[in-house]
């Protein structure tokens, strides 16, 4: 297996984790945007009742896991896709029960509301889309049924911004200790000194 980096061998070609490049996954990403990451959030659960829990799915680095997520990911999106603030899902952990998929719904910041009516308010509103979706199609390898219930809300953007901690919690473990928060005028970005058109960058020439 010539993959680093917790990358995978298809046969073909290094799988490599998220945010991480290279033929052999050698390379952290340049440039990772944790905007999403540290907005309001809201936990949900959803019972994938045509799969079987494997193994495998507890690998999050085999092919099964993964392609079980970007399956469940790319259904939630069609599903949540006319939700206000959508921002994606991010899987956080699969268990038995067919499969049990504890996921996180990203939202993006409120605007005009109070911050917990907002979340409330969006909470049911994913409650009502899951529910209206009660026969998704690809929500695991077949047509099925998915059931999705709330647990809990987020908070919005708190913290330090400037702090190095901060990337070292998003980014992959190997190169952590390289990168740093970098502010937009709409994002927060984890970058290193190899990162083009920032302050003070470097041309590392793919090294």
């Known amino acids: 297996d010539p993959c680093q980096n917790g990358g995978h061998w298809t046969g073909t070609f290094c799988l490599c984790p998220p ?5 052999r996954c050698q390379f952290g990403a340049s440039t990772i945007n944790i905007t999403a990451e540290l907005g309001p ?4 659960l959803a019972r994938v ?9 507890r690998d999050t680095s085999s092919p099964t896991y993964r392609s079980f997520v ?5 259904t939630m999106d069609r599903i949540y896709h006319n939700v206000s603030g ?17 996921y996180k719904v990203m939202l993006r910041p409120p605007a005009g509301d109070k911050p917990t009516t907002n979340l409330h308010r969006r909470a049911r509103e994913l409650l009502d889309a899951a529910n209206a979706a009660a026969q998704p199609r690809n929500c695991s ?12 809300s987020g908070t919005s953007l708190t913290g330090d911004f ?10 992959p473990a190997n190169f952590s200790r390289y990168y740093y928060p970098y502010r937009t005028p ?13 302050p003070g960058s470097i041309n590392c020439n793919s090294g």
């Open 19 to 23: 945010n991480v490049d290279g033929a």
């Open 70 to 74: 970007d399956e469940f990911s790319r």
């Open 141 to 152: 390898h077949s047509a099925g049924r998915c059931q999705a219930s709330h647990r809990r």
């Open 186 to 198: 709409n994002s927060l970005l984890c970058v290193t000194n190899c990162t083009l058109n920032v």
């Open 86 to 102: 959508y921002g994606g899902t991010r899987v956080l952990t699969l268990t038995r029960g067919s499969v049990v998929v504890n």
């Open 162 to 171: 400037a702090s190095p901690e901060l990337c070292r919690k998003h980014t």
């Open 41 to 44: 959030s809201i936990l949900m």
């Open 49 to 57: 009742t045509n799969r079987n829990f494997s193994e495998d799915l």
